[in-house]
C-alpha cells in the first residue's frame, strides 16, 4: 500500500489505541462538580477529531491530502464553522475558512493551521491550531468581548506534503508562489496526480491559483502550533511566540549503479549504489553537526528492491535546515561533494535535484513583539525560532504574519508519542483569545 491512500485496518488486527487527547497534569484537575469553563469544549472537540484517520497499526495518523481520512477532516471543519454559525467557505486552492463578520471588511485577523498529516504523524501537529482557534472563539464570546474586525478560522489544504511531496501546498497556491500548472502535475507514489485527486475529491483543480483579494482582506495571520522541540519546557513556560523560521528545503539524490546477483558478483566488480548511499547519509550527519544545522535523509526508494540483487538505483530525500541561508548552503554542497566522491570511488552516478526550498522568514517584529507583551503581563513570553516550516512562513511574504508555540513536554513530534499537557493546551487557547481580544477587539 503506498503512501497515498489510507490503508484498510485488517478484521482480526488488535483494536487501535484509545484515541490521544492531551495529557492532564495534577496542577489541570478540576473538580467534577464545578461548572464547565469556557474552554471545556477543546477536549470535545479533540475527541471527535482524534478518531479520524487514525491507523489501527501505528495509533499514528495517516490524513493525506484529498483522501477519505482528508474528507472527514474537513467535514469535522465545517461542522465546527456551522455550529457556531460561522460563515464558511472553501476557496480555489481547497483551504477552508469560517467567518465571525464580513471579511470583505478587511483588517481581518486569522488563525488556524491544518489537518493533515505525515505518515503515522501525531495528533497536534496542525490540528491543535484549528482546534484551539475554534475553542478560543469560544472563549472570546464567553467573555462578552466584542470584535471591531472581522475574526477567521482556516485550515490550509496539504500543508504536510505527505502525499505529493511538496509541502504547503494551499498557502503556496494561495501566496502566488507555486506555479498552478505544476502543483497539478505533483503526482503521488501512487501514481495518482495532484490534479486527479482533487478531481476525485470534488474539487475544480484549473481553479487552483493566486488569490492577492483574499489575502488584502487580512490585516493578521496568527498561528498557534505545538512546539516541535523543548525549548519551552527547558524554560518553564506554558506558551512561547516564535520569532522566525529557519530556512530549509527538500533535495532528492538519485544514486546510479549496476543492478546485479547478489549471490555471484565479486565485490570488487559491484557498482552498488547502496554503498555510496549510506557513505552519505553518514556524510551528511557529520557536515550537518559541524555546521550547527540539520540535515535528515528520512525517505529512500530502491530499485529493484530484492533481499538478493545489488541495486541498480538507491534513490534518497534530504531535508536540511540551519540557522541561515549561506549555512545551510554549504551544508547542502558539502553533502553533495561527500557524495560525488564517494560515487565515484564506487562506480556509481549521482545526481541531485532540489524539490523545494523555503527561505528564512523573520516574523514581523511589532506584531511579535505586541503578541509577546499580551501573553505576559509580568513578564513577556518567551520568543524562540524554529527550524519547522509553517503555513504562517509561506504567508508572510504578503501578512503580517506571527506563531504562538504549546509546550511540548519532550519535544517529539511526527510521531504518535507526541502529546501536550491539559493545562498548556488550555492555556494555549487562553493565549489565542487574548491575542484576539488584543488585535481585534480594542
Request: net charge negative; with cysteine; charged share 20%.
Given at each position: 500500500?503506498?503512501?497515498?491512500?489510507?490503508q484498510?485496518?485488517?478484521?482480526?488486527?488488535?483494536?487501535?489505541?484509545?484515541?490521544?487527547?492531551?495529557?492532564?497534569?495534577a496542577?489541570?484537575?478540576?473538580?467534577?462538580?464545578?461548572?464547565?469553563?469556557?474552554?471545556?469544549?477543546?477536549?470535545?472537540?479533540?475527541?471527535?477529531?482524534?478518531?479520524?484517520?487514525?491507523?489501527?497499526?501505528?495509533?499514528g495518523?495517516?490524513?493525506?491530502?484529498?483522501?477519505?481520512?482528508?474528507?472527514?477532516?474537513?467535514?469535522?471543519?465545517?461542522?465546527?464553522?456551522?455550529?457556531?454559525?460561522?460563515?464558511?467557505?472553501?476557496?480555489?486552492?481547497?483551504?477552508?475558512?469560517?467567518?465571525?463578520?464580513?471579511?470583505?471588511?478587511?483588517?481581518?485577523?486569522?488563525?488556524?493551521?491544518?489537518?493533515?498529516?505525515?505518515?503515522?504523524?501525531?495528533?497536534?501537529?496542525?490540528?491543535?491550531?484549528v482546534?484551539?482557534?475554534?475553542a478560543?472563539?469560544?472563549?472570546?464570546?464567553?467573555?462578552?468581548?466584542?470584535?471591531?474586525?472581522?475574526?477567521?478560522?482556516?485550515?490550509?489544504?496539504?500543508?504536510?506534503?505527505?502525499?505529493?511531496?511538496?509541502?504547503?501546498?494551499?498557502?503556496?497556491?494561495?501566496?502566488?508562489?507555486?506555479?498552478?500548472?505544476?502543483?497539478?502535475?505533483?503526482?503521488?507514489?501512487?501514481?495518482?496526480?495532484?490534479?486527479?485527486?482533487?478531481?476525485?475529491?470534488?474539487?475544480d483543480?484549473?481553479?487552483?491559483?493566486p488569490?492577492?483579494?483574499?489575502?488584502?482582506?487580512?490585516?493578521?495571520?496568527v498561528?498557534?502550533?505545538?512546539?516541535?522541540?523543548?525549548?519551552?519546557?527547558?524554560?518553564?513556560?506554558?506558551?512561547?511566540?516564535?520569532?522566525?523560521?529557519?530556512?530549509?528545503?527538500?533535495?532528492?539524490?538519485?544514486?546510479?549503479?549496476?543492478?546485479?546477483?547478489?549471490?555471484?558478483?565479486?565485490?570488487?566488480?559491484?557498482?552498488?549504489?547502496m554503498?555510496?548511499?549510506?557513505t552519505?547519509?553518514?556524510?551528511?550527519?557529520?557536515?550537518?553537526?559541524?555546521?550547527?544545522?540539520?540535515?535528515?535523509?528520512?525517505?529512500?526508494?530502491?530499485?529493484?528492491?530484492?533481499?538478493?540483487?545489488?541495486?541498480?538505483?538507491?534513490?534518497?530525500?534530504?531535508?536540511?535546515?540551519?540557522?541561515?541561508?549561506?549555512?545551510?548552503?554549504?551544508?547542502?554542497?558539502?553533502?553533495?561533494?561527500?557524495?560525488?566522491?564517494?560515487?565515484?570511488?564506487?562506480g556509481?552516478?549521482?545526481?541531485?535535484t532540489?524539490?523545494?526550498?523555503?527561505?528564512?522568514?523573520?516574523?514581523?517584529?511589532?506584531?511579535?513583539?505586541?503578541?509577546?507583551?499580551?501573553?505576559?503581563?509580568?513578564?513577556?513570553?518567551?520568543v524562540?525560532p524554529?527550524?519547522?516550516?509553517?503555513?504562517?512562513?509561506?504567508?508572510?511574504a504578503?501578512?503580517?504574519?506571527?506563531?504562538?508555540?504549546?509546550?511540548?513536554?519532550?519535544?517529539?513530534?511526527?510521531?504518535?508519542?507526541?502529546?501536550?499537557?491539559?493545562?498548556?493546551?488550555a492555556?494555549?487557547?487562553?493565549?489565542?483569545?487574548?491575542?484576539?481580544?488584543?488585535?481585534?477587539?480594542?
Amino acid at each position: 500500500m503506498t503512501s497515498g491512500e489510507p490503508q484498510t485496518a485488517d478484521a482480526n488486527a488488535p483494536a487501535p489505541p484509545a484515541a490521544p487527547t492531551p495529557a492532564a497534569s495534577a496542577a489541570g484537575t478540576r473538580d467534577p462538580a464545578a461548572p464547565a469553563a469556557p474552554g471545556d469544549g477543546f477536549l470535545t472537540m479533540w475527541r471527535d477529531l482524534a478518531v479520524l484517520g487514525r491507523s489501527a497499526a501505528s495509533g499514528g495518523y495517516r490524513r493525506y491530502a484529498w483522501t477519505p481520512a482528508d474528507a472527514d477532516c474537513r467535514a469535522w471543519f465545517r461542522a465546527q464553522a456551522d455550529a457556531r454559525g460561522l460563515a464558511y467557505e472553501t476557496d480555489r486552492n481547497g483551504n477552508q475558512w469560517a467567518w465571525l463578520g464580513d471579511p470583505a471588511a478587511g483588517g481581518a485577523v486569522v488563525t488556524g493551521s491544518h489537518l493533515d498529516s505525515v505518515p503515522d504523524g501525531g495528533a497536534f501537529d496542525g490540528p491543535l491550531g484549528v482546534v484551539s482557534a475554534f475553542a478560543a472563539l469560544d472563549l472570546l464570546r464567553a467573555r462578552g468581548a466584542r470584535p471591531r474586525r472581522p475574526l477567521g478560522v482556516v485550515n490550509f489544504a496539504d500543508e504536510e506534503g505527505a502525499r505529493f511531496g511538496l509541502a504547503c501546498v494551499g498557502s503556496r497556491l494561495t501566496a502566488g508562489q507555486l506555479d498552478p500548472d505544476a502543483a497539478r502535475a505533483l503526482t503521488g507514489a501512487d501514481g495518482v496526480s495532484l490534479a486527479a485527486a482533487m478531481e476525485r475529491a470534488g474539487h475544480d483543480p484549473y481553479a487552483i491559483g493566486p488569490d492577492p483579494e483574499r489575502l488584502a482582506r487580512i490585516g493578521a495571520f496568527v498561528e498557534l502550533h505545538i512546539e516541535q522541540g523543548r525549548a519551552l519546557d527547558l524554560a518553564g513556560r506554558p506558551v512561547g511566540v516564535a520569532s522566525a523560521i529557519w530556512p530549509h528545503g527538500r533535495w532528492r539524490f538519485d544514486f546510479h549503479g549496476e543492478a546485479n546477483h547478489a549471490g555471484t558478483t565479486r565485490l570488487e566488480d559491484r557498482r552498488d549504489p547502496m554503498l555510496t548511499y549510506a557513505t552519505t547519509v553518514l556524510a551528511a550527519r557529520k557536515k550537518a553537526r559541524l555546521a550547527g544545522a540539520l540535515a535528515t535523509f528520512g525517505k529512500v526508494a530502491v530499485e529493484p528492491n530484492g533481499v538478493n540483487a545489488i541495486a541498480s538505483l538507491v534513490r534518497g530525500w534530504l531535508d536540511s535546515r540551519a540557522p541561515d541561508e549561506e549555512t545551510l548552503a554549504a551544508v547542502v554542497a558539502a553533502i553533495e561533494q561527500a557524495a560525488a566522491e564517494r560515487g565515484a570511488r564506487d562506480g556509481v552516478r549521482v545526481s541531485v535535484t532540489r524539490e523545494s526550498f523555503t527561505p528564512v522568514v523573520e516574523f514581523a517584529h511589532d506584531l511579535r513583539d505586541r503578541l509577546a507583551a499580551l501573553l505576559g503581563p509580568g513578564e513577556p513570553a518567551p520568543v524562540l525560532p524554529t527550524g519547522a516550516g509553517h503555513d504562517a512562513g509561506i504567508l508572510s511574504a504578503a501578512v503580517p504574519t506571527a506563531m504562538l508555540f504549546v509546550r511540548n513536554p519532550t519535544g517529539v513530534s511526527h510521531s504518535p508519542a507526541e502529546h501536550a499537557a491539559e493545562d498548556d493546551c488550555a492555556a494555549g487557547v487562553s493565549a489565542l483569545a487574548d491575542v484576539w481580544e488584543g488585535l481585534a477587539c480594542r
